[in-house]
C-alpha cells in the first residue's frame, strides 16, 4: 500500500512529535545560514518539498526572504498546492514550486548551482547507494560555499556517521550534525570545492519509502 504522503504532514502540527522537532531545528538551520549569506540574489532548490514546511516560513520571517529565488520539487499536487498557496500568502513571489519527480536532475538545470539546497525527507526513504549517489550530485546542486540540509533518522543501522564521510569527499565540511540522542537525524554541510557540471537527464535516486525498505 502507497503510503498518503499528503497524510503524513499532521506529525508536524503534533509539538512533542519527533517530526516536529526536526523540522524546528531545520528551520533554525536555515535561518542561520541565510544571516550567513553574502549580499545580493540568493538561490534555493527544495528535492521532496513536501509542504514546504521547512523552507516558506523562514523566507516569510527572515530579512534576506525575499533575495531568495527558489524552486521546491513535490511529487504530490496536494501537497504542492499547500506549499504553493503557503508562499502566495506569505508573499514570496520568488519561490516557485513545481509537481514532478524530485529526482531528476533536468528539475533544477537552470537554477544551480545554488546557495541553499534542501534533500530533507529523502535519506531515510532510499537505499544506501541512492544516499551516496545523491551526496555526489549535491556537488553539483551546491555553490561555492552554499550549504546542504539533509536528514535521517539516528536509529540502527546509524548511517549518519557514514553520510558525513561521503560528504566530506565531495568537499564539504560539516556545520551542525545532530547527536544519536537528540534522534531528529538534521544535518547540514558547507561545499567548499568547485561545482561539478550537472549531469543532465540523471536520477538521483529511488524513493522508495522507510516502511518498505525496513519491512521489504
Given at each position: 500500500?502507497?503510503?498518503?504522503?499528503?497524510?503524513?504532514?499532521?506529525?508536524?502540527?503534533?509539538?512533542?512529535?519527533?517530526?516536529?522537532?526536526?523540522?524546528?531545528?531545520?528551520?533554525?538551520?536555515?535561518?542561520?545560514?541565510?544571516?550567513?549569506?553574502?549580499?545580493?540574489?540568493?538561490?534555493?532548490?527544495?528535492?521532496?518539498a513536501g509542504q514546504g514546511r521547512d523552507l516558506i516560513p523562514v523566507l516569510a520571517d527572515h530579512p534576506r526572504g525575499r533575495d531568495v529565488t527558489a524552486r521546491l520539487v513535490e511529487l504530490d499536487p496536494r501537497n504542492a498546492e499547500v506549499?504553493?498557496?503557503?508562499?502566495?500568502?506569505?508573499?514570496?513571489?520568488?519561490?516557485?514550486?513545481?509537481?514532478?519527480?524530485?529526482?531528476?536532475?533536468?528539475?533544477?538545470?537552470?537554477?544551480?548551482?545554488?546557495?541553499?539546497?534542501?534533500?530533507?525527507?529523502?535519506?531515510?526513504?532510499?537505499?544506501?547507494?541512492?544516499?551516496?549517489?545523491?551526496?555526489?550530485?549535491?556537488?553539483?546542486?551546491?555553490?561555492?560555499?552554499?550549504?546542504?540540509?539533509?536528514?535521517?533518522?539516528?536509529?540502527?543501522?546509524?548511517?549518519?556517521?557514514?553520510?558525513?564521510?561521503?560528504?566530506?569527499?565531495?568537499?564539504?565540511?560539516?556545520?551542525?550534525?545532530?547527536?544519536?540522542?537528540?534522534?531528529?537525524?538534521?544535518?547540514?554541510?558547507?561545499?567548499?570545492?568547485?561545482?561539478?557540471?550537472?549531469?543532465?537527464?540523471?536520477?538521483?535516486?529511488?524513493?522508495?519509502?522507510?516502511?518498505?525498505?525496513?519491512?521489504?
Open positions: 500500500m502507497t503510503k498518503d504522503w499528503y497524510a503524513w504532514h499532521t506529525d508536524y502540527d503534533q509539538p512533542d512529535s519527533s517530526l516536529s522537532r526536526r523540522l524546528a531545528e531545520v528551520r533554525d538551520r536555515i535561518a542561520e545560514a541565510l544571516d550567513g549569506a553574502p549580499p545580493g540574489p540568493l538561490r534555493a532548490i527544495s528535492l521532496c506549499a504553493r498557496r503557503a508562499a502566495a500568502e506569505a508573499g514570496l513571489t520568488g519561490v516557485e514550486v513545481v509537481v514532478g519527480d524530485a529526482a531528476s536532475t533536468d528539475r533544477y538545470a537552470d537554477l544551480v548551482p545554488a546557495d541553499l539546497v534542501l534533500v530533507c525527507g529523502i535519506f531515510g526513504n532510499v537505499t544506501d547507494a541512492d544516499i551516496r549517489a545523491t551526496v555526489r550530485h549535491c556537488a553539483s546542486l551546491c555553490a561555492t560555499g552554499g550549504t546542504v540540509f539533509w536528514t535521517r533518522h539516528r536509529g540502527e543501522p546509524d548511517l549518519v556517521p557514514a553520510i558525513c564521510d561521503w560528504f566530506a569527499e565531495e568537499g564539504f565540511t560539516p556545520v551542525a550534525v545532530t547527536s544519536p540522542a537528540d534522534r531528529v537525524g538534521v544535518g547540514v554541510h558547507r561545499f567548499g570545492g568547485r561545482p561539478r557540471p550537472l549531469e543532465r537527464g540523471a536520477a538521483m535516486f529511488e524513493f522508495i519509502g522507510y516502511d518498505r525498505l525496513t519491512h521489504p
